[in-house]
T-cell receptor, first 114, second 114 residues
């Protein structure tokens, strides 16, 4: 079955280190999104991509970057991790102009920056 | 700036009763509104979508209304069951290509007691 996976599921890192969170989907969806979820803020969009080589900044993109070299993957990189980036990160995807544009979410990555 | 508000207080409800959740928005003209369910430790799962020109949508025991004049959506779970206990998120999207980009509310936690 087609699916969307994230790895690792849990990560502890230190301030200043570079961290990359992986997101892989097998639906062949053009659109992919990265969100962070924090208490009191809900889901906030970090970056998104509408296809290969396309990346766009979301609401809270500072300190994060993404690259889209193929349809299946959208890795999220924290260039220099900060304690404020401790959060749960969700990747999502959907097809362009789908029937109802619902987004399909991965299981999340819990990141702790010490 | 755009703002989407959901009741941050948990909704405790007795099994069999109807749970009603609200989603209010300001400075936004969404083309459609979606509702998602999120269980602890998991990614959100799409439930329903309602378009701006629709007043009401139903799916099994779920009902959603959308009032663009009041800038509000109501989400009802009828004949609630303990298995309905979860956090429910509303999300708004504009029309067009940007319609793939969702803005989420903070979510309301529902606890159905047997």
């Amino acid at each position: 079955d087609a699916e969307i996976t994230q790895s690792p599921r849990h990560k502890i890192t230190e301030t200043g280190r570079q961290v990359t969170l992986a997101c892989h989907q097998t639906w062949n969806h053009n659109n992919m999104f990265w969100y962070r979820q924090d208490l009191g803020h809900g889901l906030r969009l970090i970056h998104y991509s509408y296809g290969v080589q396309d990346t766009n900044k979301g609401e809270v993109s500072d300190g994060y970057s993404v690259s889209r070299s193929n349809t299946e993957d959208l890795p999220l990189t924290l260039e220099s991790a900060a304690s404020s980036q401790t959060s749960v990160y969700f990747c999502a995807s959907n097809p362009p102009r789908g029937k109802c544009n619902e987004q399909f979410f991965g299981p999340g990555t819990r990141l702790t920056v010490l | 700036s755009q703002k989407i508000e959901q009741n941050s207080e948990a909704l405790n409800i007795q099994e069999g009763k109807t749970a009603t959740l609200t989603c209010n928005y300001t400075n936004y003209s969404p083309a459609y509104l979606q509702w998602y369910r999120q269980d602890p430790g998991r990614g959100p799962v799409f439930l329903l979508l309602i378009r701006e020109n629709e007043k009401e949508k139903r799916k099994e025991r779920l009902k959603v209304t959308f009032d663009t004049t009041l800038k509000q959506s109501l989400f009802h779970i009828t004949a609630s069951q303990p298995a309905d206990s979860a956090t429910y998120l509303c999300a708004l999207a504009p029309e067009g290509a940007a319609g793939n980009k969702l803005t989420f509310g903070g979510g309301t936690r529902v606890l159905v007691k047997p």
